[in-house]
């Protein structure tokens, strides 16, 4: 038992004030530690005014007790102030952390997730921008035509061998008209081009892209159902050497400057002369697979310099006015572009796949 002063046992009472202090919470409740050990009507006080019925000496050498006990008590006091006030910020902090990191279960959220563009759309988008930067406008056509706009006016006439290389869904065969899903976009160039003499605003520089059908099997190069973009130039004296730079220029913006590509002569109704396009293929870079047939090369469409016949089909005088058309697959342009190995994965909706683009 330590030094009692006026009935109170000081180590007890700063052994006491002390564990007290220890075991508080939160600040209110030091607070209340501190009026109960250092107030005015605390044990410590009424020890202080039993001083003053000491004799001198006694009164000093309890007087120091005394001290050296509220400022234990106080350090006691302060040291578990520290350790509290960290724990109420820190209480305080989580109960208001708002975490912008926090992925929220879409069940919770909304039962729809956000998705995005399919790859096709995007590399649609990304073709359209390279050509309108180089002064081309965007137009498009009906995924229903009739025979005249997919393949009469396009100087494939009934019966010619040529019309193998489109076999079609035909959705109305003969009377009235025959109706087709198009199997490429080249009807597109029919429509702008009369219109353009209906309304008397030659010349054309417009690309046009869309979905095309073909009664193809798929492969890891066809699909049945697939994508192509058309250009038109018709305009004064253009030549083969502007085809030549446009899809020079095209080659370098959308595939990149290490991208060989070559025209190769070729045949299609609506050009003369025709070429087809064909750049490195990007699978093997030349090497020779599967995707490539071995060639090292894949076509991704055909072009050339506007037939006459065609221009007179549609009320054009060749003698005014030449141009040149192309056109390119855009499922094909994608699969290059970004070294898809076989075009069916385009349409197979594996989440695996077309979260990757
Ligand atoms: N329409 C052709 C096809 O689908 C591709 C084509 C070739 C388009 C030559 C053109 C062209 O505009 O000039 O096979």
Not at 261 to 286: D, N
Not at 327 to 351: K, P, S, T, Y
Request: charged share 20%; glycine share 8%.
């Amino acid at each position: 038992m330590g030094e009692v002063i006026g009935s109170v046992d000081i180590d007890h009472l700063v052994l006491a004030a002390a564990t007290a202090a220890q075991g508080a919470t939160s600040r209110t409740v030091l607070e209340a530690v501190e009026a109960e050990f250092l107030g005015k009507r605390s044990e410590l006080a009424g020890a202080h005014r039993s001083l003053g019925s000491m004799d001198e000496q006694a009164r000093k050498s309890a007087g120091a007790v005394l001290n050296a006990a509220r400022v234990q008590i106080q350090q006691a006091i302060e040291e578990c102030r520290v350790g509290v006030e960290a724990a109420e910020r820190s209480a305080l902090l989580e109960a208001d952390r708002l975490d912008l990191t926090e992925v929220v279960s879409s069940s919770i959220a909304s039962p729809v997730r956000r998705g995005h563009q399919h790859v096709i759309s995007q590399t649609q988008a990304e073709l359209e921008d390279v050509f309108i930067g180089m002064g081309f406008t965007v137009a498009d056509g009906p995924e229903v035509e009739t025979d005249w706009f997919n393949f009469e006016a396009l100087n494939i006439p009934p019966a010619h061998p040529a019309r193998g290389m489109w076999d079609t869904f035909y959705l109305e065969l003969g009377e009235p008209e025959t109706v087709v899903l198009r199997t490429h976009t080249s009807p597109v160039q029919i429509h702008l081009m009369e219109d353009a003499v209906a309304n008397d605003t030659l010349p054309i520089h417009a690309v046009m892209p869309g979905r095309c059908f073909r009664r193809d099997t798929p492969d890891a190069r066809h699909l049945h159902t697939f994508h192509q973009i058309e250009g038109l130039v018709i305009d004064r004296g253009m030549t083969f050497v502007d085809l030549a730079g446009v899809i020079q220029t095209f080659t370098t913006a959308y595939f990149g400057a290490d991208i060989s590509s070559r025209l190769r002569p070729a045949f299609f109704p609506f050009t003369e002369p025709s070429a087809e396009y064909e750049i490195t293929c990007t699978i093997c870079h030349g090497e020779g697979c599967r995707t490539c047939s071995q060639t090292g090369w894949i076509e991704l469409g055909g072009c050339g310099m506007v037939d006459p016949a065609v221009l007179h089909a549609v009320g054009i005088d060749p003698e005014e006015y030449s141009g040149f058309a192309f056109g390119f697959g855009i499922d094909r342009c994608a699969q290059m572009r970004h070294q898809i190995a076989d075009m069916r994965a385009l349409v197979e909706n594996d989440l695996r796949f077309v979260e990757q683009f």
